[in-house]
């Protein structure tokens, strides 16, 4: 969009530490959009979370898709309580988003960040990649069932769905980040050996659709010899595509080889712009330092750095990664990455260093 683009964005914390590190990166955009003066932006706080569905009942009321198709997009914090199955949690909000907004594609950019440090001797230089995750169907369609409940013969099934246009889509999504990268490869990962029918068709649409891209070098590989080249050959890899569940599982790995989940973003996009996308950290809740003033809020800057580029604000993410990697390698980080400092301590070093940039007119900001 135009320079001087507004912008209403969702702000839902969630649970855990999502409100220490939502709050904390809304200072920080809320800082870069008044130095920068080039858009304005509008966050508007929504309660959905385990206390809402507490005391109501549910995790969204019904008429959650309405409300949030009336902004430009969602920072989304974390879902998840120590005294509700996670299956209910995740069902009840955050898949209670995806699917029937259809966010299908999940990117998960990964690489070594600043302050952190590859485990891998085989990554000396470093990892850069972007795994590419349907995030729609496959395996967490929600289809299947038990019966027989408390019985020795208990049956639970799990059915995964793959559809033609499920695939196309997120096959195609894939190659076009790809080509983007300036190495333009892609890695499509499947497990077609065993999985003869959903697999097997995941095959024969990305070999359809390669020849779409002749610009871009492409493989396969099953999920499980993956996990190997990963380790063993991560600069082989650039761009990676895979199922629902096989990505979910990947990209964690990733994140760890890279040097820290901490660090770790995602994107859950509607690449069609028809509705608002969900940007959040993938963390999770981490009950365990909630409330203590040590959550690790970068991965939720590098959320938002994602969602201004996907609103057309390039030079604003540019920038907000500028700092925040700069803060990160002078060593201003939290306990996670082997530091001292606080979520508010790093807060503080980013917004002083986006203070310290040339001073454009000030923009607008408003937070409710």
């Known amino acids: ?69 009336g902004f430009d997009a969602i920072l989304f914090g974390a879902v998840g309580a120590p005294d509700v199955p996670d299956h209910i949690s995740l069902w009840g909000l955050l898949l209670a988003i995806r699917g029937p907004l259809q966010l299908y594609a999940n990117v998960r950019p990964v690489r070594t960040f600043p302050g952190t440090k590859s485990p891998l001797a085989a990554a000396a230089g470093g990892i850069d990649w972007v795994l590419v995750r349907e995030n729609s169907e496959g395996e967490y369609s929600g289809q299947g069932g038990r019966s027989h409940l408390h019985q020795p013969w208990e049956t639970a099934t799990e059915v995964a769905i793959f559809t033609r246009v499920g695939i196309e889509r997120i096959i195609r999504f894939a190659f076009e980040t790809a080509r983007s990268r300036p190495r333009r490869h892609l890695t499509v990962v499947t497990k ?62 990733a994140a760890a080889l890279a040097g820290s989940i901490g660090v770790a973003p995602s994107s859950n996009l509607d690449p069609t712009r028809k509705n608002p996308s969900l940007f959040e950290p993938v963390h999770g809740s981490a009950f365990d330092i909630t409330g203590k003033g040590v959550a690790n809020p970068v991965a939720t800057f590098w959320s938002a750095a994602e969602m201004l580029s996907w609103l057309g604000e390039k030079k604003a993410a540019e920038t907000l990664m500028s700092c925040v990697e700069d803060v990160c390698e002078d060593g201003i980080v939290t306990p996670d990455l082997g530091g001292t400092s606080n979520t508010q301590g790093v807060v503080d070093a980013v917004c002083q260093l986006i203070e310290s940039l040339a001073s454009p007119p000030v923009s607008k900001v408003v937070y409710h």
């Open 1 to 69: 969009m135009a320079p001087g683009a507004s912008y209403r964005i969702a702000s839902i914390p969630g649970d855990g530490i999502g409100p220490e590190v939502v709050g904390a990166t809304i200072q920080v955009v809320e800082k870069l959009a008044k130095k920068l003066g080039t858009f304005e932006i509008e966050f508007t706080h929504i309660p959905w979370g385990t206390d809402y569905y507490k005391e109501h009942g549910r995790y969204v009321p019904e008429d959650a898709l309405d409300t949030l198709r």
């Open 192 to 253: 077609s050996n065993s999985m003869r029918n959903g697999m097997v068709l995941w095959d024969e649409i990305a070999a359809e659709v390669a020849k779409d891209f002749p610009d871009v070098t492409w493989d396969k590989m099953l999920v499980d010899a993956m996990t190997v080249r990963m380790v063993s050959k991560p600069q082989s890899l650039d761009t990676i595509v895979g199922t629902n569940l096989h990505m979910d599982i990947l990209s964690d790995l």
